[in-house]
């Protein structure tokens, strides 16, 4: 199966946390069929303003895929592994995706 992008609304505070490095995963409704290897782009959300904050995104790849209905996890949500920023795209190519996906 061909990986997919997924660009994501992610407010500040769990935004700056994976920013950091503290925060290594994501726990999201999975309506959209997440799959391993997988990229997400991970934009700030202002949603005091329902808009993105300017230039303030990540671009992470899905390294592990835990489904709920398990382990206290909702049926219908999951949680992502993230890997670190990815070096499998130079910064042009993750630049040129980012651009891409916000221009639809």
């Known amino acids: 199966m061909p990986k997919k992008t997924h660009l994501l609304k992610t407010l500040p505070k769990y935004f700056?946390?994976?920013?950091?490095?503290?925060?290594?995963f994501e726990v999201r409704k999975n309506d959209r069929n997440f799959q391993l290897g997988d990229y997400l782009i991970l934009a700030k959300w202002n949603p005091d303003q329902n808009q993105y904050e300017d230039d303030e995104w990540l671009?992470?790849?899905v390294c592990y895929l835990l489904p709920g209905g398990q382990f206290g996890i909702e049926e219908g949500y999951c949680v992502l592994g993230?890997?670190?920023?990815?070096?499998?795209?130079s910064f042009n190519e993750q630049k040129e995706m980012y651009e891409t996906l916000m221009s639809q």
């Open 16 to 24: 700056d946390e994976i920013a950091l490095g503290w925060k290594p």
């Open 59 to 61: 671009i992470k790849e």
């Open 82 to 89: 993230l890997s670190g920023t990815f070096s499998s795209l």
